[in-house]
Protein backbone atom coordinates (compact mmCIF):
# COMPACT_ATOMS: atom_id res chain seq x y z
CA UNK A 1 0.00 0.00 0.00
CA UNK A 2 1.80 3.10 -1.32
CA UNK A 3 1.44 5.79 1.94
CA UNK A 4 -0.09 8.71 -0.57
CA UNK A 5 -3.17 5.53 -0.65
CA UNK A 6 -2.68 5.43 3.23
CA UNK A 7 -2.84 8.78 4.01
CA UNK A 8 -5.89 10.14 1.42
CA UNK A 9 -8.09 7.25 3.26
CA UNK A 10 -7.04 8.56 6.60
CA UNK A 11 -8.08 11.74 5.46
CA UNK A 12 -11.84 10.44 4.05
CA UNK A 13 -12.12 9.08 7.68
CA UNK A 14 -11.47 11.45 9.41
CA UNK A 15 -13.64 13.91 6.85
CA UNK A 16 -16.60 11.32 7.35
CA UNK A 17 -15.91 11.22 11.17
CA UNK A 18 -16.30 15.32 11.04
CA UNK A 19 -19.35 15.47 9.14
CA UNK A 20 -22.59 16.10 11.28
CA UNK A 21 -25.04 13.48 11.84
CA UNK A 22 -28.52 13.86 10.09
CA UNK A 23 -31.05 13.02 12.90
CA UNK A 24 -34.74 12.01 11.78
CA UNK A 25 -37.88 11.17 12.59
CA UNK A 26 -39.00 7.30 13.80
CA UNK A 27 -42.22 6.20 12.97
CA UNK A 28 -44.05 6.41 15.81
CA UNK A 29 -47.33 8.29 17.21
CA UNK A 30 -46.34 11.73 18.87
CA UNK A 31 -47.74 14.11 21.38
CA UNK A 32 -47.10 17.76 20.29
CA UNK A 33 -47.36 20.66 22.09
CA UNK A 34 -47.18 24.16 21.94
CA UNK A 35 -46.82 27.02 24.21
CA UNK A 36 -49.54 29.48 24.98
CA UNK A 37 -50.30 32.30 27.45
CA UNK A 38 -50.41 31.23 31.02
CA UNK A 39 -48.22 28.51 30.90
CA UNK A 40 -51.05 26.40 29.14
CA UNK A 41 -50.27 24.17 26.53
CA UNK A 42 -51.88 23.07 23.52
CA UNK A 43 -51.62 19.74 22.47
CA UNK A 44 -52.49 17.69 19.08
CA UNK A 45 -50.98 13.98 18.18
CA UNK A 46 -49.13 13.62 14.98
CA UNK A 47 -47.96 10.05 13.54
CA UNK A 48 -45.09 9.88 11.58
CA UNK A 49 -45.43 7.25 9.05
CA UNK A 50 -41.85 7.57 7.53
CA UNK A 51 -39.05 9.93 7.84
CA UNK A 52 -40.39 12.18 5.38
CA UNK A 53 -44.10 11.22 6.33
CA UNK A 54 -46.70 12.52 9.20
CA UNK A 55 -49.59 12.90 10.21
CA UNK A 56 -52.02 15.42 12.50
CA UNK A 57 -55.15 14.70 13.71
CA UNK A 58 -58.24 16.53 14.68
CA UNK A 59 -61.19 14.83 15.66
CA UNK A 60 -62.11 13.55 12.28
CA UNK A 61 -59.98 15.34 10.64
CA UNK A 62 -56.42 13.66 9.40
CA UNK A 63 -53.79 15.98 7.57
CA UNK A 64 -51.42 14.73 5.33
CA UNK A 65 -47.79 15.84 5.86
CA UNK A 66 -45.63 15.58 2.91
CA UNK A 67 -42.78 18.24 3.02
CA UNK A 68 -40.29 17.11 5.76
CA UNK A 69 -36.83 18.17 5.83
CA UNK A 70 -34.00 17.76 7.38
CA UNK A 71 -30.70 19.70 8.31
CA UNK A 72 -28.25 17.88 10.64
CA UNK A 73 -29.76 17.46 13.96
CA UNK A 74 -33.17 19.46 13.14
CA UNK A 75 -36.13 18.55 10.74
CA UNK A 76 -38.11 21.41 9.31
CA UNK A 77 -42.03 20.13 8.97
CA UNK A 78 -43.92 22.29 6.32
CA UNK A 79 -48.24 22.40 7.11
CA UNK A 80 -50.12 21.70 3.14
CA UNK A 81 -51.43 24.06 1.70
CA UNK A 82 -50.84 27.07 4.36
CA UNK A 83 -47.10 28.89 4.40
CA UNK A 84 -46.47 27.48 8.07
CA UNK A 85 -43.88 25.54 9.50
CA UNK A 86 -42.38 23.70 12.85
CA UNK A 87 -38.95 23.75 12.82
CA UNK A 88 -37.18 21.21 15.66
CA UNK A 89 -33.99 19.71 16.56
CA UNK A 90 -34.64 15.70 16.74
CA UNK A 91 -32.67 15.02 20.35
CA UNK A 92 -31.30 11.56 20.91
CA UNK A 93 -34.09 10.35 22.82
CA UNK A 94 -36.64 11.17 19.92
CA UNK A 95 -37.61 14.33 21.71
CA UNK A 96 -38.67 17.47 19.76
CA UNK A 97 -37.87 20.94 20.63
CA UNK A 98 -38.17 23.90 18.86
CA UNK A 99 -40.81 26.57 17.07
CA UNK A 100 -44.00 27.49 14.66
CA UNK A 101 -43.81 30.02 12.89
CA UNK A 102 -44.39 31.60 8.99
CA UNK A 103 -42.41 33.50 6.82
CA UNK A 104 -42.01 36.87 7.98
CA UNK A 105 -43.76 36.42 10.94
CA UNK A 106 -43.15 38.48 13.81
CA UNK A 107 -43.44 35.22 16.36
CA UNK A 108 -42.22 32.66 17.15
CA UNK A 109 -44.21 29.75 19.48
CA UNK A 110 -42.25 26.77 21.29
CA UNK A 111 -42.81 23.66 20.36
CA UNK A 112 -41.80 20.35 21.70
CA UNK A 113 -42.98 16.65 20.79
CA UNK A 114 -42.40 13.08 22.15
CA UNK A 115 -43.80 9.79 21.55
CA UNK A 116 -47.07 9.31 23.42
CA UNK A 117 -50.95 9.24 21.98
CA UNK A 118 -52.75 11.00 24.75
CA UNK A 119 -53.67 14.25 23.84
CA UNK A 120 -55.18 15.62 27.04
CA UNK A 121 -54.61 13.00 30.45
CA UNK A 122 -57.97 12.30 32.15
CA UNK A 123 -57.68 12.34 36.15
CA UNK A 124 -60.85 11.70 36.99
CA UNK A 125 -64.32 10.50 35.27
CA UNK A 126 -66.58 13.52 33.87
CA UNK A 127 -68.92 15.01 36.07
CA UNK A 128 -70.93 16.39 32.83
CA UNK A 129 -72.06 15.72 29.59
CA UNK A 130 -71.33 18.45 27.61
CA UNK A 131 -73.27 17.20 24.36
CA UNK A 132 -75.22 19.58 22.39
CA UNK A 133 -75.77 23.02 21.86
CA UNK A 134 -74.63 25.96 23.60
CA UNK A 135 -74.88 29.77 23.42
CA UNK A 136 -71.90 30.97 23.91
CA UNK A 137 -70.46 34.54 24.00
CA UNK A 138 -66.63 35.08 23.59
CA UNK A 139 -65.74 38.98 25.55
CA UNK A 140 -67.95 40.67 27.18
CA UNK A 141 -69.91 42.77 24.18
CA UNK A 142 -73.18 41.26 24.07
CA UNK A 143 -73.69 43.77 21.08
CA UNK A 144 -71.60 42.56 18.63
CA UNK A 145 -73.35 40.20 16.22
CA UNK A 146 -69.43 38.80 16.02
CA UNK A 147 -68.80 37.87 19.76
CA UNK A 148 -71.55 35.58 19.90
CA UNK A 149 -71.29 31.55 18.78
CA UNK A 150 -72.69 28.57 18.93
CA UNK A 151 -70.74 25.48 20.28
CA UNK A 152 -71.79 21.85 19.32
CA UNK A 153 -70.47 19.24 21.03
CA UNK A 154 -70.51 15.18 21.15
CA UNK A 155 -68.97 13.51 24.05
CA UNK A 156 -68.33 9.78 24.54
CA UNK A 157 -67.08 8.76 27.97
CA UNK A 158 -64.13 11.67 28.13
CA UNK A 159 -63.58 12.44 24.89
CA UNK A 160 -65.80 15.23 23.26
CA UNK A 161 -65.27 16.70 19.64
CA UNK A 162 -67.02 19.21 18.08
CA UNK A 163 -66.86 23.12 17.38
CA UNK A 164 -68.25 26.66 17.96
CA UNK A 165 -69.95 27.93 14.50
CA UNK A 166 -69.92 31.53 14.35
CA UNK A 167 -71.43 34.08 12.15
CA UNK A 168 -68.80 34.26 9.65
CA UNK A 169 -67.15 30.58 10.18
CA UNK A 170 -66.41 27.50 12.33
CA UNK A 171 -63.41 26.93 14.55
CA UNK A 172 -63.36 23.85 12.89
CA UNK A 173 -62.36 20.38 14.25
CA UNK A 174 -61.87 20.55 18.06
CA UNK A 175 -60.73 17.22 20.00
CA UNK A 176 -60.70 17.45 23.23
CA UNK A 177 -61.90 15.88 26.91
CA UNK A 178 -64.06 16.35 29.89
CA UNK A 179 -61.93 15.98 32.82
CA UNK A 180 -64.28 16.19 35.96
CA UNK A 181 -66.08 19.31 34.99
CA UNK A 182 -63.30 20.64 32.96
CA UNK A 183 -63.36 20.75 29.65
CA UNK A 184 -60.08 21.06 27.21
CA UNK A 185 -60.49 21.09 24.07
CA UNK A 186 -57.53 21.89 21.29
CA UNK A 187 -56.97 21.98 17.66
CA UNK A 188 -54.03 21.83 15.05
CA UNK A 189 -54.48 22.71 11.08
CA UNK A 190 -51.46 24.42 9.85
CA UNK A 191 -52.83 27.69 10.62
CA UNK A 192 -55.33 27.35 14.02
CA UNK A 193 -53.34 26.58 17.36
CA UNK A 194 -56.20 26.67 19.69
CA UNK A 195 -57.13 25.58 23.45
CA UNK A 196 -60.36 26.37 24.99
CA UNK A 197 -60.25 25.18 28.87
CA UNK A 198 -63.96 25.83 30.58
CA UNK A 199 -65.73 24.67 33.58
CA UNK A 200 -69.07 22.81 32.98
CA UNK A 201 -71.83 22.21 34.84
CA UNK A 202 -75.11 20.82 33.41
CA UNK A 203 -76.07 24.12 32.31
CA UNK A 204 -73.59 26.70 32.28
CA UNK A 205 -69.28 27.08 30.77
CA UNK A 206 -67.11 29.26 31.56
CA UNK A 207 -63.43 29.36 30.14
CA UNK A 208 -60.71 30.75 28.52
CA UNK A 209 -59.78 30.63 24.65
CA UNK A 210 -55.97 30.56 23.72
CA UNK A 211 -54.36 31.26 20.08
CA UNK A 212 -51.30 30.82 19.62
CA UNK A 213 -48.99 32.61 22.34
CA UNK A 214 -50.13 36.05 21.35
CA UNK A 215 -53.96 35.60 22.24
CA UNK A 216 -56.59 34.65 24.88
CA UNK A 217 -60.11 35.63 25.33
CA UNK A 218 -62.87 34.64 28.07
CA UNK A 219 -65.80 32.71 26.67
CA UNK A 220 -69.06 32.12 28.87
CA UNK A 221 -72.07 30.00 27.56
CA UNK A 222 -75.59 28.05 28.62
CA UNK A 223 -77.07 25.17 27.13
CA UNK A 224 -79.64 26.24 24.19
CA UNK A 225 -80.11 23.59 21.69
CA UNK A 226 -82.43 25.64 19.79
CA UNK A 227 -80.44 28.82 19.54
CA UNK A 228 -79.56 29.60 15.92
CA UNK A 229 -76.59 32.27 14.84
CA UNK A 230 -77.96 35.11 12.20
CA UNK A 231 -78.98 34.43 9.02
CA UNK A 232 -75.55 34.28 6.81
CA UNK A 233 -77.78 35.71 3.63
CA UNK A 234 -78.59 38.76 5.21
CA UNK A 235 -75.25 39.86 6.98
CA UNK A 236 -73.73 41.36 3.37
CA UNK A 237 -76.47 42.70 1.03
CA UNK A 238 -75.99 44.73 -2.68
CA UNK A 239 -75.84 48.62 -2.06
CA UNK A 240 -78.96 50.62 -3.24
CA UNK A 241 -79.06 50.75 -6.66
CA UNK A 242 -77.41 47.55 -7.49
CA UNK A 243 -78.44 43.87 -8.92
CA UNK A 244 -75.22 42.86 -9.95
CA UNK A 245 -71.11 42.78 -9.00
CA UNK A 246 -67.88 44.08 -11.31
CA UNK A 247 -64.24 42.61 -10.93
CA UNK A 248 -61.47 42.86 -13.25
CA UNK A 249 -58.35 41.15 -11.62
CA UNK A 250 -55.45 39.22 -12.48
CA UNK A 251 -54.85 35.89 -12.85
CA UNK A 252 -51.51 33.74 -12.45
CA UNK A 253 -50.84 34.66 -15.83
CA UNK A 254 -50.96 38.17 -16.03
CA UNK A 255 -54.07 38.03 -17.87
CA UNK A 256 -57.34 40.27 -16.48
CA UNK A 257 -60.58 38.58 -15.90
CA UNK A 258 -63.83 39.84 -15.84
CA UNK A 259 -67.46 38.94 -14.76
CA UNK A 260 -67.95 40.06 -18.27
CA UNK A 261 -65.63 37.71 -19.80
CA UNK A 262 -67.04 35.10 -22.12
CA UNK A 263 -65.74 32.11 -19.75
CA UNK A 264 -68.80 33.70 -17.45
CA UNK A 265 -71.94 34.32 -20.09
CA UNK A 266 -74.98 32.12 -20.07
CA UNK A 267 -73.79 30.67 -16.56
CA UNK A 268 -74.60 30.26 -13.04
CA UNK A 269 -71.46 32.21 -11.31
CA UNK A 270 -70.30 31.21 -7.92
CA UNK A 271 -67.75 34.56 -6.73
CA UNK A 272 -65.75 33.07 -3.72
CA UNK A 273 -64.01 36.07 -1.83
CA UNK A 274 -61.54 34.16 0.47
CA UNK A 275 -57.60 33.68 0.96
CA UNK A 276 -55.30 31.05 0.72
CA UNK A 277 -54.19 31.95 4.58
CA UNK A 278 -57.78 30.93 5.68
CA UNK A 279 -58.74 27.81 7.01
CA UNK A 280 -62.51 28.29 6.18
CA UNK A 281 -61.42 29.31 2.81
CA UNK A 282 -59.68 26.21 2.34
CA UNK A 283 -63.07 23.86 3.42
CA UNK A 284 -65.26 25.79 1.11
CA UNK A 285 -62.75 25.58 -1.94
CA UNK A 286 -62.72 21.85 -1.26
CA UNK A 287 -66.16 21.58 -1.68
CA UNK A 288 -66.90 24.16 -4.64
CA UNK A 289 -63.82 21.68 -6.24
CA UNK A 290 -66.00 18.48 -6.10
CA UNK A 291 -68.92 20.14 -6.86
CA UNK A 292 -67.31 22.08 -10.23
CA UNK A 293 -66.52 18.29 -11.29
CA UNK A 294 -69.44 16.62 -10.40
CA UNK A 295 -71.37 18.86 -12.52
CA UNK A 296 -68.54 19.91 -15.18
CA UNK A 297 -71.25 19.71 -17.66
CA UNK A 298 -73.63 22.42 -16.16
CA UNK A 299 -73.69 26.03 -17.38
CA UNK A 300 -72.02 26.51 -13.81
CA UNK A 301 -68.56 28.66 -13.38
CA UNK A 302 -66.68 29.08 -9.58
CA UNK A 303 -64.16 31.98 -9.34
CA UNK A 304 -62.31 32.89 -6.98
CA UNK A 305 -61.08 36.75 -5.46
CA UNK A 306 -57.99 36.10 -3.20
CA UNK A 307 -57.25 38.93 -0.39
CA UNK A 308 -53.78 37.59 0.23
CA UNK A 309 -51.07 38.87 3.04
CA UNK A 310 -48.22 38.67 1.50
CA UNK A 311 -46.75 41.91 -0.15
CA UNK A 312 -45.63 41.10 -3.64
CA UNK A 313 -47.54 39.85 -6.54
CA UNK A 314 -45.45 37.20 -6.98
CA UNK A 315 -45.45 35.70 -3.02
CA UNK A 316 -49.41 36.18 -3.26
CA UNK A 317 -49.54 33.93 -6.48
CA UNK A 318 -47.20 31.57 -5.40
CA UNK A 319 -49.69 31.09 -1.82
CA UNK A 320 -52.26 30.76 -4.32
CA UNK A 321 -50.68 28.03 -6.09
CA UNK A 322 -49.95 25.75 -3.22
CA UNK A 323 -53.52 25.84 -2.37
CA UNK A 324 -54.77 24.97 -6.42
CA UNK A 325 -52.43 22.00 -6.25
CA UNK A 326 -53.18 20.97 -2.72
CA UNK A 327 -57.13 20.75 -3.05
CA UNK A 328 -57.37 20.05 -7.26
CA UNK A 329 -58.60 23.78 -8.13
CA UNK A 330 -59.02 24.01 -11.97
CA UNK A 331 -60.92 27.41 -11.82
CA UNK A 332 -59.43 30.96 -11.88
CA UNK A 333 -58.30 32.57 -8.66
CA UNK A 334 -57.54 35.88 -9.03
CA UNK A 335 -55.40 38.22 -7.04
CA UNK A 336 -57.75 41.09 -6.08
CA UNK A 337 -55.32 42.66 -3.15
CA UNK A 338 -51.85 41.75 -1.52
CA UNK A 339 -50.85 42.86 1.51
CA UNK A 340 -53.68 42.67 3.97
CA UNK A 341 -56.96 40.50 4.35
CA UNK A 342 -58.45 43.74 5.94
CA UNK A 343 -62.11 43.53 5.29
CA UNK A 344 -62.74 47.66 5.00
CA UNK A 345 -59.98 47.49 2.17
CA UNK A 346 -61.77 44.26 0.73
CA UNK A 347 -64.38 46.00 0.64
CA UNK A 348 -63.22 48.72 -1.92
CA UNK A 349 -62.30 46.26 -4.51
CA UNK A 350 -66.26 45.56 -4.46
CA UNK A 351 -67.89 48.41 -4.16
CA UNK A 352 -71.27 47.10 -5.10
CA UNK A 353 -71.32 45.11 -1.65
CA UNK A 354 -72.81 46.88 1.68
CA UNK A 355 -69.46 45.11 3.28
CA UNK A 356 -67.15 42.43 3.44
CA UNK A 357 -67.13 40.89 7.01
CA UNK A 358 -65.66 37.43 6.45
CA UNK A 359 -63.58 35.14 4.79
CA UNK A 360 -65.04 33.14 2.97
CA UNK A 361 -67.80 34.88 1.20
CA UNK A 362 -69.94 33.52 -2.09
CA UNK A 363 -71.73 35.38 -4.42
CA UNK A 364 -74.47 33.47 -6.51
CA UNK A 365 -75.12 35.19 -9.96
CA UNK A 366 -77.41 34.02 -12.54
CA UNK A 367 -77.51 33.55 -16.48
CA UNK A 368 -78.53 36.91 -16.23
CA UNK A 369 -76.50 38.55 -14.60
CA UNK A 370 -78.07 39.11 -11.03
CA UNK A 371 -76.71 38.70 -8.20
CA UNK A 372 -79.19 36.17 -6.17
CA UNK A 373 -77.54 35.36 -3.25
CA UNK A 374 -74.57 36.33 -0.80
CA UNK A 375 -73.84 33.47 1.94
CA UNK A 376 -71.27 34.85 4.54
CA UNK A 377 -69.11 32.45 5.79
CA UNK A 378 -69.14 28.82 5.55
CA UNK A 379 -70.11 25.91 8.01
CA UNK A 380 -67.77 23.08 6.93
CA UNK A 381 -67.38 19.55 7.63
CA UNK A 382 -66.56 19.98 11.19
CA UNK A 383 -70.10 21.42 11.63
CA UNK A 384 -71.61 17.58 10.94
CA UNK A 385 -75.66 18.66 10.17
CA UNK A 386 -74.83 21.96 9.38
CA UNK A 387 -72.86 21.08 6.47
CA UNK A 388 -74.89 18.62 5.24
CA UNK A 389 -77.76 21.19 5.00
CA UNK A 390 -75.81 24.11 3.28
CA UNK A 391 -74.97 21.64 0.82
CA UNK A 392 -78.38 20.07 -0.13
CA UNK A 393 -79.39 23.76 0.08
CA UNK A 394 -76.65 25.10 -2.27
CA UNK A 395 -76.87 22.34 -4.71
CA UNK A 396 -80.99 22.93 -4.84
CA UNK A 397 -80.59 26.36 -5.31
CA UNK A 398 -77.49 26.39 -8.02
CA UNK A 399 -79.91 23.78 -9.46
CA UNK A 400 -82.88 25.90 -9.83
CA UNK A 401 -81.08 28.45 -11.17
CA UNK A 402 -79.74 26.53 -13.88
CA UNK A 403 -83.13 25.47 -14.89
CA UNK A 404 -84.57 29.02 -15.20
Known amino acids: MSIRFYLGGVVLLALAACQPKVSRLQPDTYRGVF ?17 SRLEVYNGNEVISVDEVNYANDSVTINMPVFDSFIK ?3 EENGRLSGYYSKPGANYKVPFHAEAGNERFAVAVEPTVDITGGWEVLFGNDSTDQN ?4 GVFEQEGSKVTGTFRTPTGDYRFLEGVMDGDQLKLS ?6 LFLFTATVTDSTLNGQFYSKNT ?12 YELPDPESLTTLKPGFDSISFSFPDENGNTVSLADDAFKNKVVVVQIMGSWCPNCLDETRYFVDY ?7 PIAFVGLAFEYAKTDSACFAAISRLKKSVGVDYPILL ?13 KIPELSRIMSYPTSIVIDKEGKVRRIHTGFDGPATGDKYIAYQNEFDHFIQRLIAE
Open 35 to 51: EAQDEKEIPFIFKVTSP
Open 88 to 90: AKV
Open 147 to 150: SWAK
Open 187 to 192: SFDGVH
Open 215 to 226: WKEAFAGSRNDV
Open 292 to 298: AKAHKDQ
Open 336 to 348: AMNGSEDRKMASE
